[in-house]
Each structure stands twice: as C-alpha cells, then as structure tokens.
C-alpha cells in the first residue's frame, strides 16, 4: 500500500510555470512505476506523463512533449511533473499515481495504476 499526497497546483497566467510534487509514504517507492493524469470539468481523466522506477525511462502525452518534465527522487520518496509554457487547456485537477512495478517499465493507462492522490488544481489564466 502506499499513500499519494501532491502539492504545487495554483492559479498562474498563460506562458508561466508550475512544478507539481507528489509525495509517498507506505511501502517502497522506489518499486512503483509513477504517472501524471489530469482531468477537466466535463471531461474524462486522461494521461499526462509516466515513469519509471529506476527514472530512466519517461513517457509523455502529445499535449505535454516538450512543455512537461516528468522526474522523480527515490531518496525523497517524491515525483515532480515540472510545466512550463502553460496554456488555458492545462486547466484541470491534476492526480499522480503509483504502479507496483517489476519491469522497471512506464505505463500510461488509467487502470494500470492502483494507488492515486487526491489531486491538486492547476489554473490557467489568459
């Protein structure tokens, strides 16, 4: 079991930055694949970016390539989703999640991941 706890969500104005935290406690984090989903208003939960446990390995969604980093501190028992060049779309309650992982791999769907935070909000203002 672990438990998800992601911070760093705001109200910033289009073209700015935010790096979002997301903290685990429980069990060994290092042995979870982790990922990044947002979700709109209205609108279902979709894929952001992925990674590995060993964080060699990243993956992103086509709306995050080139504008999101997906990274994350074994030590800190923390991933990071740093964002930059916002846009209004970015707009969403934004949840990290954890995969108990054995391949050392990335995963980018929604119901391969069994342990989710609680979300934090993301604005983006013009």
């Known amino acids: 079991q672990v438990q998800l706890v992601e911070s760093g969500g705001g109200l910033v104005q289009a073209g700015g930055s935010l790096r979002l935290s997301c903290a685990a406690s429980g069990r060994t984090f290092s042995r979870y694949a982790m990922g990044w989903f947002r979700q709109a208003p209205g609108k279902e939960r979709e894929f952001v970016a992925a990674?590995?446990?060993?964080?060699?390995?990243?993956y992103y969604a086509d709306s995050a390539k080139g504008r999101f980093t997906i990274s994350r501190a074994n030590a800190k028992n923390t991933v990071y989703l740093q964002m930059s060049s916002l846009k209004r779309e970015d707009t969403a309650v934004y949840y990290c999640a954890a995969h108990t992982d054995y391949r050392d791999s990335y995963y980018v769907g929604r119901d391969e991941y069994e342990y989710w935070g609680q979300g934090t909000q993301v604005t983006v203002s013009s």
């Open positions: 990674i590995n446990w060993s964080g060699s390995s990243t």
